[in-house]
């Protein structure tokens, strides 16, 4: 990792065991754009395109920075996580400059992975900064992402939005983003597994995850944690009198759901 660019780049050490659920979106991002990585000859040996990015959209906290960085953590690349708005904020900072050196951080330290959150802050009733502005940062994004003057070989772009319909159509054209996958909320099998993994390493004892996934419904991957966490707090207190962990149990984490708001409800 070259050194000026440690602070954005990372190195993600999870992979898609780490992820619960998500199957489908699993199994698209492996056959578009890892695949293609590891295959390039046998991808040019039928004649298939190679290259282009995933949008991924749906509801907050359901696992799309988790992915991307769990994709990342499997092909061993590094990882650059950049939101449209902190990019939009460096505009009056010379943005569009921001923007290509991003890209070429990563082009110096490939393979890497650019998760960039947020895309629809740059559809075209949204931004409140002056439309120049938004243009020339659409403009620049767009040649970045089709690697005109440069070489994108090595470079994965995952992008994600919980709202589509605000973005710009030309990011959809092919080559860019265009294949489109919908993270939905977990369902009750998915819950069940994100529940293992965010236990997985804490002190528990007899941990019920068919009772945790059943009573947990329209919770996002993000709630899932944050009730985890919350017990674990209790934990904590219970604990420092002896200094002896106290394991955590179904009914500590199925508790603190009283207090969490199910945050996938709209969807
Ligand atoms: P936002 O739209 O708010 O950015 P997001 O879809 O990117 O949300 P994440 O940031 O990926 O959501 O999820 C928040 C946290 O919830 C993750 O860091 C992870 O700990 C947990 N989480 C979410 N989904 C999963 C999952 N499928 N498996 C395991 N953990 C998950």
């Known amino acids: 990792i070259d050194e000026d ?34 295959h390039k000859d046998l991808y040019k040996a039928y004649g298939k395109k190679i290259g282009g990015g995933i949008l991924l959209y749906g509801p907050p906290g359901c696992g799309k920075t988790h992915i991307a960085k769990a994709t ?56 409140d900064i002056n439309k120049t502005a938004g243009r020339t940062v659409i403009n620049q994004f767009l040649s970045e992402l ?56 804490k002190p528990i004892g007899n941990i019920d995850l068919d009772e945790l996934a059943k009573k947990s419904k329209e919770f996002s991957g993000a709630d899932i944690k944050s009730s985890i966490d919350i017990a674990i707090e209790q934990k904590l ?6 200094g002896v962990p106290k394991p955590l149990s179904t009914k500590d984490i199925i508790k603190t759901f009283k207090k969490m708001k199910a945050s996938t409800k709209e969807w």
Request: glycine share 8%; aromatic share 8%; with cysteine.
């Open 5 to 38: 660019a440690s602070s954005i780049l990372k190195k993600p050490t999870i992979n898609f065991n780490d992820v619960g659920g998500m199957d489908k979106v699993k199994e698209e991002i492996d056959l578009k754009i890892i695949k293609p990585l590891i």
């Open 72 to 127: 990342a953590g499997e092909i061993n690349a590094n990882f650059i996580n950049i939101g449209i708005n902190d990019i939009l904020d460096m505009w009056l900072g010379n943005s569009e400059k921001n923007l290509h050196e991003i890209f070429e951080t990563a082009r110096r330290n490939k393979p890497c992975v650019i998760f960039i959150d947020e895309i629809d802050a740059l559809g075209a009733n949204r931004n």
């Open 146 to 201: 089709d690697g005109i003057e440069s070489d994108n070989d090595g470079i994965l772009v995952l992008g994600a939005t919980n709202a589509p319909w605000y973005i710009d159509p030309a990011f959809r054209r092919p080559g860019r983003f265009d294949r489109i996958i919908f993270v939905s909320p977990p369902d009750e099998i998915s819950r069940k597994s994100i529940f293992n993994i965010e236990l997985k390493g």
């Open 237 to 242: 207190k219970e604990s420092f009198k002896d």
